[in-house]
Each structure stands twice: as structure tokens, then as C-alpha cells.
């Protein structure tokens, strides 16, 4: 089991930025993997950005060049950088872990809202 809490969210005005930070605990020697989604009202939940234990990073399309994925040196925090925040970025977002295995597990959501 891996326990992940996240933080960070809350109001900014479009043009604005925010930093969420996850932190994992529990069986983290098996984390292959911990990233970011979204889920906006009435859409699915879709990919913000990855980072593999090994470093490698993916982004969705949409936040290229705007948002950063990064993590502490014991690879058991994550962070999202958001910057350049659209109104279009409002979701609720989650921190997922996965696992070697391939199970994963979620945190429980961050509310980020962008204003106009």
C-alpha cells in the first residue's frame, strides 16, 4: 500500500502559478512511478505529467512548456510547477503513484481553480 497526500491547490487568476507537492508513504520501495492528473467537472480524468523512477518525464500536449514535473532527492515527493495557469486548468487534481506490478494508487485531490 502506498498513502499519498497531496497539497497545494487553490484560486489564482488566470496568468497566475501555482506549486502542488504529493508526498508518498507506505511500501514506496516499490514505486515505479508517481505523476499528476486532472479531472475537470463533467470530463474524464486525464494525464497532466509523469516522472519514472528513472527520471524520464512525460507531459500531456496541453500543459508542454507551461507546467513542470519535478521530485525531492528520495524520489517519494513529487511536484507540478504550474505556471502560465489558463481558466481552461481548472480540475481537480490528482497524485498518482504506480507500482511495480502495475497496480497504482491515488491521493485524494486538490481543487485548483483559475479565475478570469
Known amino acids: 500500500q502506498v498513502h499519498l497526500v497531496e497539497s497545494g491547490g487553490g484560486l489564482v487568476q488566470a496568468g497566475g502559478s501555482l506549486r502542488l507537492s504529493c508526498t508518498a508513504s507506505g511500501s514506496t520501495g516499490a514505486l515505479n512511478g508517481l505523476g499528476w492528473y486532472r479531472q475537470a467537472p463533467g470530463k474524464q480524468r486525464e494525464l497532466v505529467a509523469l516522472?519514472?523512477?528513472?527520471?524520464?518525464?512525460r507531459y500531456a500536449d496541453f500543459v508542454k512548456g507551461r507546467f513542470t514535473i519535478s521530485r525531492d532527492s528520495t524520489k517519494t515527493s513529487v511536484f507540478l510547477q504550474m505556471n502560465s495557469l489558463q481558466v481552461e486548468d481548472t480540475a481537480v487534481y490528482y497524485c498518482n503513484a504506480g507500482i511495480l506490478g502495475g497496480s497504482s494508487f491515488w491521493g485524494q485531490g486538490t481543487q485548483v481553480t483559475v479565475s478570469p
Open positions: 516522472i519514472w523512477i528513472s527520471g524520464t518525464t
